[in-house]
């Protein structure tokens, strides 16, 4: 038996986080001393293990539901909840393979540079409306001529313009696509994107090995507690 302060400092937590987590469902409760004190076994120690590990590998969120599920004996409903966690990895991976093909595929800037919606929309063999859109979206943001008022497209309008057009044929959203060029844009150009999609493949790796290391964790624990489906 152990004290909430003792399961606590075994990993550097406060006993009203312990508390927090068994109210949460993320614990099993604890049984209760005549006094009224909580007491933990090695099957809570082992829960909290499982909880950190999970941490990692799926976020806060998606690690108490995890524990919540099994916890209330709905071990299906866990590994559902793992397998969307997974495919939502593969899917990440996936678009980042899409922004390195894409990537690969452009036209240098210096061979791209054009002036108008209609000559940007010929190039890329989409109407002007589709490029409009794509603005409304914010994934293309073209300058407006002061004395005009046209849009005017640079080198780097035309390189956002490729990219998403790449990743439309992928059949990314507007809203991912997005995302991606503003990463784009943040790191001033393609090249030191290079460095940022380097780190991308470093957290979908570190992700990747974090849920092993998790179902590790939650396969001892299930056996450890002897949970039913």
């Given amino acids: 038996m152990s004290r909430p302060i003792d399961l606590a400092r075994q990993h550097g937590l406060s006993t009203q986080a312990i508390r927090n987590y068994e109210e949460a469902g993320i614990l ?9 004190y909580r007491t933990y076994t090695d099957l809570h120690a082992k829960a909290l293990s499982t909880f950190l590990a999970l941490i990692p ?10 524990m919540q599920a099994v916890n209330d004996g709905a071990v299906d409903n866990a590994l ?3 397998d969307d966690s997974h495919d939502l990895l593969r899917k990440d991976r996936q678009t980042l393979a899409a922004v390195e093909n894409a990537l690969r595929n452009l036209t240098p800037p210096s061979e791209s540079k054009v002036a108008s919606v209609g000559a940007l929309a010929h190039q890329l063999k989409v109407r002007p409306a589709t490029l409009r859109k794509w603005e409304r979206a914010g994934v293309l943001v073209p300058r407006r001529d002061p004395k005009t008022g046209y849009r005017v497209y640079t080198a780097a309008d035309v390189r956002d313009a490729q990219l ?9 959203l507007l809203t991912q696509i997005a995302d991606v060029l503003d990463q784009v844009r943040s790191a001033g150009g393609i090249e030191p994107l290079q460095a940022t999609l380097a780190d991308w493949h470093g957290r979908l790796t570190s992700r990747g090995r974090a849920m092993l290391a998790a179902a590790a964790e939650l396969h001892a624990y299930l056996d450890h507690g002897n949970f039913n489906s």
């Avoid at 806060?60 to 539901?65: V, W």
């Fill in 28 to 36: 099993p409760p604890a049984d209760r001393t005549p006094s009224g």
């Fill in 164 to 172: 998403a057009h790449q990743l439309r044929r992928g059949g990314y």
């Fill in 57 to 66: 590998a799926h976020g806060h969120q998606t690690a108490t539901l995890i």
């Fill in 80 to 82: 559902a909840i793992i």
